[in-house]
């Protein structure tokens, strides 16, 4: 990157993380006692929401992987008096547009609205919540792209290395299994299972709620009351068990016809309230958080073993990792295992004081970044209410990231970047040497 693009790219950030700044985080809680986060944005007049439930698809029941994710596809398939084109009809008369999915950890929804049409929408989403139908042919229709989806995904290389990943990682564990299910627990479902799995999962207790726009914090309240009011408060839902990190070396290849490989490798991370999470944050984007990572510069750039590697953190309610991920021919396979793994072994000595300087400089603008849409700000919003920070963190981001010292980096890369605790998987058409071929 040339100097001018630096500084362009510094300037801008600069700017965009002025929006972030200017964001105010109010606290709600309705009669009812449901609490929600709220950032009023009078500017146009649209309202987003963005809410989950704490219970996903790592709370299966055993053989009937993909419940979860089936049961929330459902939601908006009809729901009251409205069978599934009345309902969608009326998503579109009112430009509502209201979507669920499954997460491991969460059932999650959005909810997109102009502010006319506020009793609409908010009357949609309570139908959904309370009042889903879950008719047979829907059901069935779901349940066969569900299983036609799988079979794609068993196609697609990067697909499955991403499930040997979990399943290698979190053998014996929920989240090893696949959230979308196996064709025979699909198969197996049957709707009264579906309505059992609602239930259990739609209720207040837990309930995350973030919204964003042309809403006051006493329309909000009662409209949240009229969506979520009429659910069941719940009881208090038994919790995952823990997980074990890996403290052996696995290296998982798979065959598969296709002229890239695709390349996973997983290292155990730390927790989203780790003292060391900022200077974590910092240690993955020196590694291959962009093109001016070492990972970027010394496979690609240096060498052309892959067309992109990138590595970031991902963390779960049970489970945090590091994962780093490229693409390479098959013949090039073993040298761009060979690079990656020089590179973390030499950021176990540290970072240069330029790589730190424009790291902090990049992330703690980067944010901004995101903040395109009020849709975008509200998922923001519910994401730092998951990971249970405080409704100030905005404010005090960039100086924890800019608190990050040499020596917190090179301290976290020496806990982290460990070959011992390394996990890889390898999908498509590599030499022997990239690994011995096994099934997870």
Known sequence: MTLLRWL???????????RAEAIEVKEVTTPLGIKAWL??????????????????SAGDPENRTGLTSLTASLLTDGAGTLDAQAFKRRQED???SLGF???????????????AHRDEAFELLRLAVSEPRFDPERIEQRRSQMIVGLSQADQRPAAVAQRTLMAT???????????????EDLQAVTAEQIRERAASVLTRNGLIVAAVGDIDAAEL???????FGGLPAGAV????????????PRTVTLERAAPQSAVLIALPAIPRDDPDWHAAVVLAHILGGGQQSRLFTEVREKRGLAYSVSASLRTQRKASLLVISTGSAGEKVPDTLRVIKSELVRLREGATEQELAEARTYLSGSLALLLDSSGSVANLLHGLQVDRQPPDYLDRRAALIGAVKAEDVRRVARRLLREEAMTTVVVGKPPAAAGPAAEP
């Open 169 to 183: 990682l979190f053998a014996g564990h929920p989240y090893g299994a696949n959230p979308l299910g196996t064709k």
């Open 39 to 56: 950032v009023e944005d009078r500017s146009t007049p649209v309202v987003a929401l963005s809410f989950s439930f704490p219970s996903g």
């Open 8 to 18: 362009a790219l510094v300037l801008g950030l600069a700017l965009l993380a002025s």
């Open 221 to 227: 309240s009662r409209q949240l009351d009229r969506a």
């Open 94 to 96: 009112a430009s509502v």
């Open 237 to 248: 839902r038994a919790d995952l068990p823990g997980w074990t990190s890996p403290s052996r």
């Open 101 to 115: 999915g499954a997460s491991l950890d969460h059932v999650g929804g959005s909810l997109r609205l102009l502010s």
